[in-house]
């Protein structure tokens, strides 16, 4: 889109030199030198009117604008909710899925939740029971490591969630 004075100067100053070079042989009124004038005039008049308006466009910056994308549909992904759950309910969610995968009453189920002996793994027992907490040394080591201690124990819970259920590691 043209606007501004200075792009319409250099869109005249185009316009002017396809004239001039267009009606330069019928215009012979001093020979052939004079030929030569006006065609050179000509040609500067495009150059100069172009690259005045390819300079103001790239000043502008509409030259350098990527073209408009369309989004599309977003397909959920499966999982996103729980990266920013919170802990508890992710705790809650796995505390489920252990009740339905061990092979007894619900009742006892969470009396072996909460007791830790639902599973081998200390670390697994201790995030999903409401009654134990992690040792200061287990703390101590994450800490060392670089590692939540939540985060950990959350791993180790669905690793062993998965043993229960007979998954293999993937």
């Given at each position: 889109?043209?606007?501004?004075?200075?792009?319409?100067?250099?869109?005249?100053?185009?316009?002017?030199?396809?004239?001039?070079?267009?009606?330069?042989?019928?215009?012979?009124?001093?020979?052939?030198?004079?030929?030569?004038?006006?065609?050179?005039?000509?040609?500067?008049?495009?150059?100069?009117?172009?690259?005045?308006?390819?300079?103001?466009?790239?000043?502008?910056?509409?030259?350098?604008?990527?073209?408009?994308?369309?989004?599309?549909?977003?397909?959920?992904?499966p999982g996103a909710d729980l990266a920013t759950a919170p802990d508890h309910r992710i705790?809650?969610?796995?505390?489920?899925?252990?009740?339905?995968?061990?092979?007894?009453?619900?009742?006892?189920?969470?009396?072996?939740?909460?007791?830790?002996?639902?599973?081998?793994?200390?670390?697994?027992?201790?995030?999903?029971?409401?009654?134990?907490?992690?040792?200061?040394?287990?703390?101590?080591?994450?800490?060392?490591?670089?590692?939540?201690?939540?985060?950990?124990?959350?791993?180790?819970?669905?690793?062993?969630?998965?043993?229960?259920?007979?998954?293999?590691?993937?």
């Open positions: 889109m043209i606007g501004g004075r200075t792009q319409w100067a250099a869109l005249a100053a185009v316009a002017a030199g396809l004239a001039l070079a267009a009606l330069g042989p019928r215009v012979s009124l001093g020979g052939e030198y004079l030929y030569v004038g006006v065609v050179l005039t000509a040609l500067a008049a495009m150059v100069v009117g172009g690259a005045s308006a390819i300079h103001r466009r790239s000043e502008d910056g509409s030259i350098w604008l990527p073209a408009e994308r369309e989004t599309g549909i977003q397909v959920p992904t705790k809650r969610r796995i505390r489920r899925q252990v009740v339905a995968a061990l092979d007894c009453a619900p009742e006892e189920a969470e009396a072996r939740i909460d007791a830790g002996a639902w599973t081998d793994d200390p670390l697994a027992a201790t995030y999903l029971s409401s009654d134990r907490t992690v040792s200061r040394a287990r703390r101590l080591v994450a800490f060392l490591r670089g590692d939540r201690i939540e985060d950990r124990a959350r791993r180790r819970a669905v690793a062993a969630l998965r043993a229960l259920r007979g998954e293999g590691d993937a």
